[in-house]
């Protein structure tokens, strides 16, 4: 396969911002994260846990409470008082409601989902009706006398628990009137805290209330007497959150330690009916405050300050080994970060609020394999751009000739030209913005530098010329009637001839740039796609779906490969069906039009297509072959797929040349020393 | 193996029958339920675990039912012809036959066939087949005449192939027998002549077919006692011809020549096959199984009060008339392999399952099933053992043995306890031998002189007995001085209280040596590195090195010099056991049981101090025979491992130091203790600094390696 001199990137200083709450949605199998610097993702629990939505975050709008409605609606609430309903086919925010009562600090739908609950800084807690389009106040509940931190309604709707400071109450939710006041113990460990902060509250259908506060209990109270049953200690710091079962059988906690612990209803004795809560398995798969937990039919999900996405399912409840099976820990999003000038060996990273643009450095040095090269010149850090405004950056983009930088937010989309004058480097913005261009889900220039794609919401893709110091809009390709569906992956043809385009769920559309109209739609799939790359000469269309299927279709003869089909009869290797993160970019070698090199977070993979498949006999990593073995043997073991997993975790890799390759790693241990250090706990021996 | 356990009655009254017997019996969509149709005028539902009817129907006074109740299976109703053409269709709700559905046709019927899967199918006399639905659509319709004039059917059978469904029935005409295939997919009435191999004539007693892959084999009982087989092929290749099928003789002279009347056959399974009749002229009737491979009689069972020539054979459980009862025995044929007699299960595991760890589910508590097990395996297992548990008769064979274990003698206990346990085990099986346990020991209490010392190693070996599931057993043991018990209990329980490990340590140090010598004690933990027969001196060990450690080169205290002036006893000391090598087996099992020091160590201080001394002087003999070889074990099957030896020194010295201390024996044992201790924390502190230095050096490089922000490296692709 040959040599490659890779350069080895560790400088991307991206840090995940920490997940403050998490929705699963059990009609769609649809689990919504919320960050803390306000941006929200949806994962598809069915699909590989892929990240198929996202929305940008916003400096101002730090979400607390995120819930799910009738009909796959999202809402969520944050300090700033609003409720924010998401609009899910075109990823904006449909509108944003101020509910009047200061920062809200809770929020939960009604079991049947047509009202929202909403706790409020000053004591109140409020009832809205969701309405087909929008949302109606309808009325407050009982004044507390401090904020509303949990709230919770009872399976049946009638009544509503909500945790406060040092007290929870329960409400008639009919009514709006306090019914019952349930008196928490401030006491911790024998000494009288200050106060007891009611981080959650369940209410299950039997009449209990559940409750898990700031002095590390869980307790289970009787909401009809007001009594409480059961004290469970769990922790030494804060009980942050709880999530029960739809089956009310088990509930799972999570605490500012970093553990999580499963509570099930447990038999007293084999034969009695008479059930108890009991803590049955605690997991430590943080470091940090777990804010937020889930509970899946199958898994626990929790998430929290150290940017981690657990999903540890339930093995009693798993059947069969496939993806449900093994514990998930996301960290980094499902999308790119990276764009890559080729030519002018440059990177562009994308943060929350600024880009940063390095020039890759070089050597002159040769060596074999796992040789570090003695570097002639280091990489540099031509430019820190930073973006105007609260809002996060969506994404960005740099032209393959490095003179063009495109980003945009939720409002506003930036163009810049770039001159370069041997070291010194001259940033022009392009003013002048047509009104229609306010906002893209995606990015992407030509091959060439001459033309700018951009997927704009509501389904449309924008085609502009690019001159010197301007651009014009060429043209317009608008979706389908009547579907609005954003398309959030797009790829170009090298010779600029074809454009292709992926949406969220529906398939992958192939545009003519010469004749400005929908050439032809590849064949729905039934996962959504995670990376599109049209193939030089060929114009091959290759297309990664999240269950880790590899398509390539034919653009000219609107049909899959031949190679394609013979993957597809053989199959793919377990062992490459069972990586779980999905392929973020696809690239191919600039001068063997049979290689493709494709990427996820934990591997690379640089396939040829003129060799055999693996079977599941061959062995699909292939370690370093003996050199004393004859070259028959090595020729017999090779096969098509030559994965390294040298670097890890990955954010980015691609060619530069037939012989350059860049990798983009960030790894997990300087994200942790930029993180605020987790709560101290006392090791034994230390 | 086939087996025939033993039988039962179904009805306790006789059935209202004349000689004929039954008109039938029929399986009713629930397992264990059977519909019993008798020749007169009643159809009666029988739970057959119960051995108790669950229901019964009759006609009117006049009618006469002609066709045995059979269920629909797919909705659950009853159907029944009585007087030929009048069909009636019922559910359990009903009370009066007379009340419920009625359809009278317009021709007679044979038999109603009614499989799991299909809809029943109605047979007429003439041969004609119609399905049940579309008869009851229009019960008058013309039924037309598929056999000949004074043919007649003899038997039929309906049964599924490859899913479709396929009728069967044997007609007779003038001492001929024709076969004819009805397959339902297809519309395909196929006919065939059997032809009879032998030359005089014979008439054929009975029939049973069973289905294999390319043919139907009919299996016939001949008046002159010898079983016939005919392959019916299912895909004939010329379906609409007459074709002729040649009988091949199976098995010779199962049943008496002399024609009787009550010869029955049905094809238990693949290769077995059951045979009710007299097997000569004038001896009783018999069930007899026998096996068609080997042509062997497998097992045979006697019916005294003679029968009718009636068999049937449902699940596990074979129908016939027994005298005037219907009985019911149950039939088992466990695979048997070689694999099997010599222990050893086939592990077929296919290369693309994996193993996955058996995962203890905290909702259903479905007994103890450790261990790690192909994922689909279990599942298909644990679906097995469902069906088991609904199939188990009422009364459990354990709530027998109790009662045994109340009253009869220990002799019979044993003969009891041997069978019961040689049965398939069930989920509760653990606490059903706890019971046992329970109910032994409660007799041995109230009884002084009872003590099932067989029974109870057995129930120990068992493997699923822990001590909290029968606390008094080890007591008992105690009491008894029952040192072979306790050593079982300390091998197998895995929850002794650490007050009943410090009791058996004292009956086993202190147990004098004759009794030990009649003990049957297991002595694989010692039997490798200790000769039965001690002679005191073994060959004299040069100086042995204590991990390598010197002892030599530490200048000790005067003590030191002391030991250094009688070598030849310190060699012997450290070579030649202190103990018997039973008293070490014993020591072995306690060694090697699991223990928490806190609440061991208030009873060690128990121990007189010569007996801590012996102990101690034991294990420092243990020290030295593991510090022998390189990895530090001892030879042998389940030897106690190094830490539990050293674990136990400590405990010990613990305990009873300040005891040990003034006794002068133990002075040059705790001497050696000492030294051997101090070389062990300087090798340590070796260790240690070496450890560090090493963890140093992977740190530097760790930093080189990740620290850099920025590096071209080079990489090769295979």
């Known amino acids: 396969m040959g040599e490659f001199n890779v350069h080895r990137v560790r400088f991307f200083n991206y840090v995940p911002s920490g997940i403050r709450c998490v929705a699963y949605n059990n009609q769609s199998n649809r689990l919504a994260v919320s960050r803390t610097d306000g941006t929200v993702e949806i994962y598809n629990l069915s699909a590989n846990y892929f990240q198929e939505k996202f929305f940008p975050g916003h400096e101002s709008r730090a979400t607390e409470a995120l819930c799910w409605a009738k009909g796959q609606r999202l809402f969520s609430a944050g300090l700033n008082g609003e409720i924010i309903e998401y609009d899910l086919q075109a990823l904006t925010i449909k509108y944003a409601v101020d509910a009047f009562g200061g920062p809200i600090w809770s929020m939960a739908t009604s079991p049947n989902g047509s009202q929202l609950l909403v706790g409020c800084e000053d004591g109140s807690v409020k009832l809205f009706q969701i309405t087909p389009d929008k949302i109606q106040f309808e009325r407050n509940f009982d004044r507390q006398k401090s904020r509303i931190l949990s709230l919770s309604w009872h399976p049946a709707g009638t009544h509503v628990a909500a945790g406060s400071i040092d007290y929870i109450s329960v409400f008639d939710s009919k009514s709006g009137s306090a019914i019952g006041k349930m008196l928490v113990d401030r006491q911790y460990m024998g000494v009288s805290k200050r106060k007891c902060i009611i981080w959650g509250v369940a209410f299950l259908s039997d009449g209990t209330v559940i409750s898990v506060d700031s002095a590390g209990k869980v307790q289970i109270w009787d909401s009809a007497t007001g009594t409480l049953v059961k004290n469970h200690l769990v922790s030494n710091a804060d009980v942050q959150s709880i999530a029960v079962s739809a089956q009310e059988d088990s509930f799972v906690v999570g605490t500012a330690e970093g553990t999580v ?426 | 193996m086939a087996d025939l356990e033993e039988g039962f009655t179904l009805t306790a009254v006789p059935l209202g029958s004349g000689p004929d017997g039954p008109l039938g019996v029929e399986q009713s969509d629930k397992t264990d339920q059977f519909l019993v149709t008798d020749s007169g005028r009643t159809v009666i539902l029988y739970k057959v675990s119960d051995q108790k009817p669950l229901g019964s129907w009759s006609v009117k006074q006049g009618q006469i039912i002609t066709c045995p109740a059979v269920c629909n299976f797919q909705t659950g109703e009853y159907i029944v012809v009585h007087d030929n053409k009048v069909l009636r269709i019922w559910n359990n709700e009903d009370v009066n036959l007379d009340k419920v559905f009625k359809a009278t046709l317009s021709a007679e019927v044979y038999r109603i066939h009614s499989i799991q899967g299909t809809e029943p199918l109605v047979l007429f006399k003439e041969g004609a087949v119609r399905g049940l639905e579309a008869l009851l659509a229009e019960p008058q319709q013309k039924i037309e005449t598929v056999i000949s004039d004074e043919e007649v059917i003899k038997w039929t059978k309906f049964f599924m192939v490859f899913r479709h469904p396929v009728l069967i029935f044997i007609t007779e005409k003038h001492g001929n027998y024709f076969a004819y295939v009805q397959k339902f997919n297809s519309r395909i009435l196929s006919k065939y002549t059997l032809l009879l191999g032998q030359e005089e004539k014979c008439v054929i007693q009975s029939f049973s077919t069973s289905v294999g892959q390319k043919f139907i084999s009919l299996m016939s009982l001949s008046s002159d006692g010898c079983v016939y087989e005919t392959l019916i092929p299912i895909h004939p290749s010329e379906p609409e011809k007459n074709q002729r099928l040649v009988q091949s003789q199976l098995l010779k002279s199962v049943v008496s020549g002399s024609a009787q009347s009550g010869a029955a056959l049905s094809i238990l399974d693949q290769d077995h096959i059951a045979v009710l009749g007299a097997p000569r002229p004038a001896s009783k009737e018999c069930l007899s199984v026998w096996n068609t491979k080997f042509q062997t009689l497998q097992t045979s069972k006697e019916l005294p009060q003679g029968t009718s020539g009636q068999l049937w054979y449902y699940g596990e459980n074979l129908f016939m008339l027994h005298g005037k009862f219907l009985t019911v025995i149950p039939y088992k044929c466990e695979v048997s392999s070689l694999a099997g007699a010599l222990g050893k299960l086939k592990h077929s595991q296919d290369p693309g399952t994996h193993v996955t760890p058996h995962f203890v589910n905290w909702e259903t508590s479905q007994g103890c099933e450790l261990g790690s097990q192909n994922s689909e395996q279990s599942k298909r297992i644990l679906r097995r053992r469902k069906i088991q548990v609904s199939v188990q008769p009422e009364v459990p064979a354990s709530t027998q043995l109790l009662a045994t274990i109340q009253k009869d003698s220990e002799k019979h206990i044993e003969v009891e306890l041997r069978k019961f346990l040689a049965t398939k085990r069930t989920p509760d099986f653990h606490t059903v031998i706890g019971d046992v346990v329970i109910g032994l020991l409660g007799r041995c209490k109230a009884e002084p002189s009872f003590y099932p010392r067989n029974c109870l190693i057995q129930l120990v070996q068992t493997h699923v007995l822990s001590y909290s599931l029968c606390p008094g057993l080890m007591e008992v043991a105690l009491e008894k001085t029952d040192v072979q018990i306790l050593q079982l209990c300390l091998q197998q329980l895995p929850d002794i209280p650490e007050s009943v490990t410090c009791a058996c340590l004292k009956v086993f140090l202190s147990i004098g040596d004759d009794t030990l010598q009649d003990a049957d004690i297991n002595m694989e933990s010692v039997s490798d590195y200790m000769d039965p027969v001690q002679d005191g001196k073994m060959e004299e060990q040069t100086t042995f090195l204590q991990n390598g450690f010197n002892p030599e080169e530490d200048n000790c205290d005067s003590c030191a010099q002391k030991l250094k002036e009688k070598p030849q006893a310190t060699a012997d000391e450290s070579t030649s056991c202190p103990l018997t090598p039973k008293r070490a087996a014993l020591l072995n099992a306690i060694l090697r049981s699991a223990y928490s020091e806190t609440f061991l160590l208030p009873h060690l201080k128990d121990i007189p101090a010569q007996h801590s001394t012996l102990f101690l002087q034991y294990l420092y003999f243990l020290y030295l025979k593991c510090s022998e070889n390189a990895t530090m074990t001892l030879p042998g099957t389940h030897p106690p491992t190094l830490n539990q030896i050293m674990d136990w020194i400590c405990l010990l010295l613990d305990a009873n130091f300040t005891v040990v201390v003034m006794i002068p024996e133990a002075k040059r044992l705790l001497l050696s203790l000492y030294k051997f201790v101090k070389s062990q924390i300087s090798i340590c502190s070796e260790l240690n600094k070496i450890e560090v230095s090493f963890r140093e050096l992977q740190k530097l490089n760790q930093e080189k390696n990740n620290r850099e922000l920025y590096s071209i490296e080079v990489l090769e692709l295979f």
Not at chain 1, 321 to 333: H, Q, V
Not at chain 1, 393 to 403: E, H, K, L, N
């Open chain 1, 261 to 686: 612990f499963h509570f099930q209803l447990v038999s007293v004795t084999s034969s009695s009916s008479e059930k108890q809560w009991v803590r049955t398995k605690p997991f430590q798969h943080h470091t940090h405050d777990v804010r937020a937990v889930a509970h899946s039919p199958t898994a626990l999900i929790s998430g929290g300050t150290d940017t981690h996405l657990v999903i540890r399912p339930l093995m009693e409840k798993v059947e069969v080994k496939n993806y449900d099976a093994a514990l998930r820990k996301i960290t980094f999003p499902h999308r790119r970060l990276v764009s890559c000038a080729k030519k002018k060996q440059l990177l562009l990273f994308q943060f929350a609020h600024h880009l940063e643009l390095w020039r890759l450095g070089s050597t002159v040095a040769t060596g074999k394999n796992g040789d570090t090269l003695p570097l002639s010149k280091n990489a540099d850090h031509l430019l820190h751009l930073k973006t105007k405004g609260p809002e996060n950056i969506i994404c960005s983009c740099i032209s393959p000739c490095g003179g063009w930088i495109a980003c945009s937010t939720a409002s506003r989309f930036f163009l810049y030209r770039l001159n370069y004058e041997h070291d010194n480097i001259s940033l022009q913005r392009v003013s002048k913005m047509p009104v229609f261009l306010r906002s893209a889900l995606q990015i992407l220039f030509s091959e060439d530098s001459t033309k700018l794609f951009v997927a704009s919401n509501q389904g449309s893709l924008r085609v502009f010329r690019l001159l010197e110091g301007g651009f014009t809009h060429l043209h317009s390709f608008q979706p389908q009637s009547g579907t609005v569906q954003s398309m959030c992956l797009l790829a170009v043809s090298p010779d600029g001839n074809w454009l292709a385009a992926s949406g969220t769920s529906a398939g992958v559309h192939v545009y003519s740039v010469k004749q400005l109209k929908l050439h032809c739609t590849v064949p729905a799939y039934n996962f959504p796609v995670t990376a599109l790359a049209i193939a030089p000469n060929t114009n091959n269309l290759v297309i990664a779906h999240s269950d880790q299927q590899v398509f390539e279709y034919s653009i000219p003869d609107k049909q899959y490969t031949e190679w394609s089909r013979t993957v597809q009869k053989q199959g793919f290797h377990h062992l490459w069906l069972q990586r779980d993160t999905p392929i973020t970019h696809i690239s191919f070698h600039p001068k063997r039009p049979m290689h493709i090199l494709l990427h996820d977070t934990y591997m690379f993979c640089l396939i040829d297509k003129s060799l055999p498949l693996p079977n599941d006999k061959t062995l699909l990593y292939n370690p370093l072959p003996p050199t004393n073995e004859s070259d028959v043997i090595r020729r017999r073991t090779a096969h098509a797929f030559k994965i390294s997993k040298k670097y890890k975790p990955l954010l980015f890799v691609d060619l530069l040349d037939e012989k350059t390759l860049v990798a983009v790693e960030r790894p997990l241990d300087d994200i942790i020393a930029q993180l605020p250090p987790p709560i101290k706990k006392k090791k034994f021996g230390t």
